[in-house]
């Protein structure tokens, strides 16, 4: 195991929800793992005192537009969750995190570059940290 | 492996040299950087910023800024004016193709104008004027 370069990250996904497949022309994304800490700060406490709650799972995934591959935007309008698949580097390709997730997707066109494409997902199932 | 880089500089000058209408005007021809000596009327393209941009495992796009322009001696009896709009008429929006990549876009992003001394001979003038000019292509 050794710090690695994020240039060989992948970003993976099915709409079926089972065998992901990745995606061309991305460049970033982003996992948030947020857990709700409960607020159980008693009378004489010298602070405020939580406890965890349920975690909240939701990320982003941004790059470039790319007609040959609209995956992104299909997964908006879909009625079901897509399985996801986010691996840091893929010559490491045993570390990754999955799960189904719903995906909202934007694109940015300006005069200045390439036309750029974002997405936020949120958990729609659990979600694993493998291995 | 990707492609050649230097393939795109030699198709922007393939395109400038390719012109019948510029050369007319320039007949010493189309040089990276600097032209041989002796010239008196010719287009100079040089490389003058470039950057690429990554996604996942590969380069996406490689994004160049050339500096383009017409040079003439005072002397020479060159119209730099129609020399300069001839090199807008072939770049600005034009198709570069060069293998390996995709042509994204090709457009100037600002004016060059310039009246350069001559080193030697202070009684003589040269004349710069041309552009500079984006070049975006993606290696497919």
């Known amino acids: 195991m050794a710090i690695k370069s994020g240039r060989y990250g992948t970003i993976s996904y099915d709409p079926a929800g089972v065998t992901p497949v990745a995606l ?6 982003k996992l948030s793992q947020k857990t709700d ?26 790059g470039f537009w790319n007609s040959t591959n609209v995956v992104l935007f299909d997964a908006v309008d879909a009625a079901t969750p897509g399985m996801l698949k986010l691996v ?35 958990a729609a199932g659990a979600w694993n940290m493998m291995p | 492996m990707p492609p050649d880089s230097s393939d ?24 990276v950087d600097e032209a041989p000596p002796g010239m008196t009327r010719f287009v100079i393209v040089s490389l003058v910023d470039e950057h690429d941009e990554a996604e ?30 001839r090199i807008d008429a072939l770049l600005e929006d034009g198709a570069l193709t060069v293998a390996g990549y995709t042509h994204m876009t090709m457009h ?33």
């Open chain 1, 24 to 29: 061309i022309a991305l460049n970033k994304w």
């Open chain 1, 37 to 62: 800490k409960v607020n159980v700060t008693c009378f004489g406490d010298t602070n405020k005192v939580y406890v965890p709650g349920m975690k909240d799972l939701s990320g982003s995934v941004s």
């Open chain 1, 88 to 122: 840091p580097n893929s010559t490491e390709a045993t570390f990754f995190w999955s799960g189904l997730a719903y995906i909202d997707a934007d694109i940015d066109c300006s005069v200045e570059g390439a036309p750029a494409v974002s997405g936020s997902f949120m």
């Open chain 2, 8 to 31: 795109v500089d030699a198709a922007l000058v393939a395109k400038l040299g390719a012109d019948s209408a510029l050369l007319a005007l320039m007949p010493n021809g189309v040089y």
């Open chain 2, 56 to 85: 996942f495992g590969r380069r996406a796009i490689e994004d160049a800024l050339y500096l383009v322009k017409a040079v003439a001696l005072s002397t020479a009896g060159a119209n730099i004016r129609a020399a300069a709009a």
């Open chain 2, 108 to 140: 100037r992003v600002e004016r060059v104008r310039v009246t350069e001394v001559d080193d030697l001979d202070a009684t003589l003038r040269w004349q710069h004027r041309g552009g500079r000019y984006r070049v975006m292509v993606a290696p497919t």
